[in-house]
DNA sequence: TCCTAATGTTTCACCACATGAAACATGGTT
DNA sequence: AACCATGTTTCATGTGGTGAAACATTAGGA
């Protein structure tokens, strides 16, 4: 490798550790180990430390390992007043008041996509979404527009190391971004989860930057894909709403 | 030293790093250097790490650093099941339209306590909690509560290395503890926060172990000690059926 | 305008310290 | 008991983290 290492080896394997626990909220030493490949007694000495620092702690019962206080003592410091998590909350009941269907924000993060808030259709048959899900970028409406309108230059490195279902560089993918781009929002139809359809469009900021993707989904027994296009321009009005306030 | 030290120091720098955005959410390099006392390039290194791993980002305008998305990613994954911050939400809501007065919630968490959960007054004024809060143990009737029900080691340990304003072994601050534990209830008179007053009473599990501490305030224009003291009994039975909960 | 100070960044030689193999301990299952 | 799967500790090895110092960049002050 060429470029120097500026970084510390030692914490990249820490932090991978805790992310571990977004797959699974216990862990026990060997588990561990094999999802980060690395030798048990080096995962011990890592785990001694985040647990000495309330990152981490053992189940009094199990045994095994899960996210401590201190974790969630940080996350109460997020900075909020620029949140879109919380931000957009009202906005968002409002669309789910007035279509009756689930409604789904997403920011992209590195190679997927993070759903970071979520307000629940209140019929009795409808979408769950849970808030935190860590998603992929090659399928699923909000997926698309995250992709579509991202800066070239991402798009590129996206497409490279992502292992990306069929190959991007096909033209008809491509041509589906183009279309996307034009009409300002992208459908699916139980494309990641069967059953489920979906609209999503960008929230654009101020600056002309995609910050979000917002999206409406139901089950397929009750969105046809004409009720999707029906929504999209109601989506759209609200997303405008909502990037002027960032 | 003796004990051989089996914790990765890094690592422990790398999150005290990241605890220090409990006191400010946006810190430049030399800050966090200067609060940790360490070399500015070491904290470079280690803050480059944070940063591709996604635990801070910068802010684009002030240059500085502030907690990431994968801090908030990690927090949504903490197990619900059994937080009392969640389980104890209605409890601590009832008993704030019955008194009227902000209900708090804390957890010992080393030599301090944790506000973990609060519901606010809803009169004109009142006092306002901040959830996330870390306060000191030597003062407050929460504190009085935590220490007073915590077992005989922890005192020691905590009373040791603690900058404790008195000397708690000085004979009245035992007796205080020794009273608290007889009625079940602490008070408190602007004794952390000038123009605040506060009850509290342990929160005592199936196995008899104390898991929080449970506290209504309000300003002292409201509340007389004599208010204090009517209020407990209603403080010790919402305590009491909370406990049955864990 | 130049000078100074403060911040962030990179380089580098040293040797502390993180590392992983292996031995050890423990508890559960057959 | 013998086995296996966990977690824990020890230890020699040399990698990789460390901090001083040099460098880069920007802001402000005279």
Known sequence: MEDRKL???????????????????????????GLIDLHKSTVHRLMTTLEEKGFVVRDAA????????????????????DDPAVLFLPGMERLRDRLGETVSLYLRDGKDRLRIQA?????????????GAR??????ASSKVLVAFASPED?????LDSEWPE???????????????????????EEREPGAAAVAVPIVNRSGVVAAALSVSGPVGRISTDTLHEFAPVLME?????????
Chains 1, 2 share one sequence.
């Open 62 to 81: 199990t045994e095994k390992y899960r996210l401590g206080l201190k974790v969630w003592e940080l996350s109460t410091h997020l900075s909020k007043s």
């Open 167 to 189: 190959m991007p560089d096909s033209g008809a993918y491509m041509r589906m971004l183009e279309e996307i781009r034009e009409r300002g929002y992208a459908t699916s139809f």
């Open 238 to 246: 609200a997303a405008h709403e909502m990037g002027l306030m960032i």
């Open 155 to 159: 798009q590129q490195e996206l497409f």
């Open 7 to 33: 970084t510390v080896r030692a914490v990249e394997r820490a932090l991978d550790i805790l992310m571990c626990f977004t797959k699974s909220s216990e862990l026990g030493l060997t588990e561990i180990a």
């Open 135 to 140: 998603l992929p970028l090659y399928v699923g």
């Open 119 to 131: 307000v629940q259709s209140n019929q009795a048959i409808r979408r769950v979404a849970q808030v």
